[in-house]
């Protein structure tokens, strides 16, 4: 199996383990307020949707993409509008968007660029970034609804991401590019030690790789994470971390 192919094996995986949670929803449910203020769990759906559709689109039209509106005030306008659709209809818009952006995704050439709201991105890259959204918002979903967490090996690829935008967040805070090298070591949920970094690196984040999640798509503040930092570059990393393409908001700090 290809990464692609492994990627998008996840995507849908973690995709089904959110349906499984909305679709038995009654209106009430729908409704539920969610810690994204203003935005109901249908909100949070429709915002997947409307992500996927707008993929798909920079996966087999960039033109068409780039001719797209400025994201400015986009996102929840396009929840809102997905958000105010009877729940049945909106959950077969999201189920019929996600297969068509897995299909897009699969066709894109080896090596091929695809724009989006940021660099321009791997197809590879693309299906992470989809996987990250769909864990992150799912956080929200299961939040508002007292559940559980989706906490499965999925997290390599939304941890990873997080890992490699250290230096975005620093620039989105408005701080310099680090330059010291930080040794990331994680606990699985199945028990397994995922690594980057130099073992011999000074700074060090440590702890399971759920809560390294939890902090980098800003879902927790990292006072309530048991995570340790080693060194001033690993905290403030720590401090800004965001794996999630925009400006970045109150986050989960004011959660």
């Known amino acids: 199996m290809s990464l692609l192919q492994g990627l998008l094996a996840d995507l849908d995986a973690e995709s089904r383990a959110l349906d499984d949670v909305v679709a038995g929803l009654d209106d009430t449910g729908w409704a539920t307020p969610t810690p994204a203020a203003g935005w109901t769990v249908a909100h949070q759906v429709a915002h997947l949707a409307w992500t996927d559709d707008v993929a798909a689109l920079a996966a087999t039209d960039p033109t068409a993409f780039r001719a797209l509106p400025d994201t400015d005030g986009l996102v929840d306008a396009e929840a809102a509008a997905g958000a ?120 060090r984040v440590t702890g399971p790789a759920l809560d390294f999640c939890l902090r980098v798509t800003q879902r927790r503040p990292l006072a309530a994470l048991d995570l340790a930092t080693t060194g001033e570059a690993a905290a403030r990393w720590m401090a800004v971390a965001q794996a999630f393409a925009g400006e970045p908001g109150a986050g989960s700090e004011a959660r």
């Open 84 to 203: 105010a659709v009877p729940p049945a209809e909106l959950l077969e818009r999201w189920r019929t968007g996600r297969a068509a952006l897995a299909a897009a995704l699969a066709a894109v050439p080896a090596g091929q660029k695809l724009p989006w709201y940021g660099p321009p991105m791997s197809a590879a890259s693309m299906a992470t970034a989809r996987l990250m959204e769909t864990w992150a918002h799912g956080v929200d979903v299961t939040d508002a609804l007292g559940l559980p967490v989706s906490a499965t090996d999925r997290l390599r690829a939304v941890a990873h991401l997080g890992v490699v935008t250290r230096g975005f967040a620093h620039a989105q805070h408005g701080l310099p590019a680090p330059t010291e090298d930080v040794r990331v070591e994680l606990v699985a949920p199945s028990g397994a030690v995922w690594s980057w970094g130099e073992e011999s690196a000074a700074d």
